[in-house]
């Protein structure tokens, strides 16, 4: 039988390189942790990309070339990892301390502000090692003075606009060379999965910004590491079987 690997395990893998605590008691990925030792990123960026579930990720292949080459052409790490909720506020929750959301029990974006459970961009932060966030203004709320860098994005219709402004602040706060941990998430697949619009215009959308953010992160000798968080929410796979959704979980140094 194959080992899963889980969402659950990216924060705990991060934690051992770092050599901070975490109260997750979930296995770090050995295999990540190999290719981190041997090539002592500089920086490693976090990217969750709103429902890119393991199907879209290769379904969309095409228009996801980025991601598909970042795997193929510099020795990336592809694993499919069990998803641990279908919503993304509990998931990202997840991705960030390790816990599941029955212990961390972030539900909404107000449970974010109230839980005492703290996440790997704040004990890291504590720990010397600065650190940053881009997202959704009210995701950012609780980390305001407790992470170095925060950048707020405020939520919007036009999903693509919000998208670039992410990945601008992704890519400007690379230049902070103190920075050695960032955390950012694209929403424009998500949108367009709610509203059922054409995916591949989304999928096109996110991949020229991972391509824009994996080069800047290159450029800083970092780490690249993009996930999904739950699956896709889309109307003709409503039928499909309820088998358990995965995501992809890639590692690489662009
Ligand atoms: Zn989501």
Same mark, same amino acid.
């Given at each position: 039988m194959?080992?899963?690997h889980?969402?659950?395990?990216? !924060?705990?893998? *991060?934690?051992?390189?770092?050599?901070? +605590?975490?109260?997750? &008691? @979930?296995?770090?990925v050995?295999?990540?942790l190999k290719v981190?030792?041997?090539?002592n990123?500089?920086?490693v960026v976090?990217?969750?990309?709103?429902?890119?579930?393991?199907?879209?990720?290769?379904d969309f292949a095409?228009?996801l070339?980025?991601?598909?080459?970042?795997?193929?052409?510099?020795?990336?790490l592809?694993?499919e990892c069990?998803?641990?909720?279908?919503?993304t506020?509990p998931?990202?929750a997840?991705?960030?301390?390790?816990?599941?959301?029955?212990?961390?029990?972030i539900?909404?974006?107000?449970?974010?502000?109230?839980?005492?459970?703290?996440?790997?961009?704040?004990?890291?932060?504590?720990a010397?090692?600065s650190? !940053?966030?881009? *997202?959704?203004?009210n995701?950012?709320k +609780?980390l305001?003075g &407790? @992470?170095s860098y925060v950048?707020?994005?405020?939520?919007?219709?036009?999903?693509?606009?919000?998208?670039?402004?992410?990945k601008?602040h992704?890519?400007?706060?690379?230049?902070?060379?103190e920075?050695?941990?960032?955390?950012?998430?694209?929403?424009?697949?998500d949108?367009f999965?709610?509203r059922g619009?054409?995916?591949?215009?989304?999928?096109?959308?996110?991949?020229?910004?991972?391509?824009?953010?994996a080069?800047?992160?290159g450029?800083?000798?970092g780490?690249?590491v993009?996930?999904g968080d739950?699956?896709?929410h889309?109307?003709?796979?409503k039928?499909a079987?309820?088998d358990?959704?995965?995501?992809p979980?890639?590692?690489?140094c662009?």
């Open positions: 194959s080992f899963m889980s969402l659950l395990q990216i !924060a705990p893998t *991060l934690a051992e390189f770092f050599g901070i +605590p975490l109260t997750s &008691r @979930v296995h770090p050995e295999q990540i981190m030792y041997a090539r990123p500089q920086v976090l990217v969750v990309i709103d429902s890119l579930d393991f199907q879209v990720y290769l095409v228009e070339e980025v991601l598909h080459e970042l795997v193929e052409r510099n020795e990336g592809l694993f069990d998803t641990v909720s279908n919503h506020t998931a990202i997840s991705i960030l301390t390790g816990l599941r959301p029955e212990s961390h029990k539900r909404t974006s107000e449970d974010v502000g109230k839980s005492k459970i703290n996440s790997i961009l704040e004990i890291l932060d504590e010397g090692k650190t !940053a966030a881009v *997202l959704e203004t995701g950012t +609780p305001v &407790r @992470v950048f707020a994005v405020d939520d919007r219709e036009d999903i693509v606009e919000y998208d670039a402004l992410v601008t992704t890519i400007s706060v690379l230049k902070k060379y920075v050695r941990f960032v955390f950012s998430h694209l929403r424009a697949i949108r999965a709610h619009w054409d995916l591949r215009v989304a999928a096109k959308v996110t991949n020229e910004n991972m391509r824009e953010i080069r800047a992160v450029e800083r000798n780490m690249l993009i996930c739950h699956e896709a889309l109307k003709e796979r039928s079987q309820q358990k959704a995965t995501v979980l890639i590692v690489c662009p």
